[in-house]
């Protein structure tokens, strides 16, 4: 049974830091995307980051780039999520995802698309 856990959302002030963690468990991540995704009160879903497992590239929302990374843990199962200079905008439930690759990076398709296995959130909420 696949599935995806994400945590270490909080509350935090803004310009503080947060490491998000997805961890899978049925499956190890060795051949899906991992996505970080986000969702404000009457927002639409955002694709945050993501990392391919095919080349490790990573890919970031233009409001993120240079605040946010994403990175593997040790182990083929983790994902984390290091947020750093937060906003209040930034404020929202965060979800990971992981996408198949099959026929390589899936990484650009999945944060436009959609990804095939999605975990609960976390919510991360920045006080101004």
């Known amino acids: 049974d696949v599935q995806l856990q994400a945590s270490g959302g909080g509350l935090v002030q803004a310009g503080g830091s947060l490491r998000l963690s997805c961890a899978a468990s049925?499956?190890?991540?060795?051949?899906?995307?991992i996505g970080w995704f986000r969702q404000a009160p009457g927002k639409e879903r955002e694709g945050v980051s993501c990392?391919?497992?095919?080349?490790?590239?990573?890919y970031y929302a233009d409001s993120v780039k240079g605040r946010f990374t994403i990175s593997t843990g040790n182990t083929k199962n983790t994902v984390y999520l290091q947020m750093n200079s937060l906003k209040p905008e930034d404020t929202a439930v965060y979800y990971c995802?992981?996408?198949?690759?099959?026929?390589?990076?899936?990484?650009?398709?999945?944060?436009?698309?959609?990804?095939?296995?999605w975990g609960k959130g976390t919510q991360v909420t920045v006080s101004s």
């Open positions: 990392i391919s497992s095919v080349d490790g590239r990573t």
């Open positions: 995802a992981a996408r198949m690759e099959p026929y390589g990076n899936s990484c650009p398709v999945g944060l436009r698309y959609g990804m095939d296995y």
């Open positions: 049925g499956f190890t991540f060795d051949d899906y995307a």
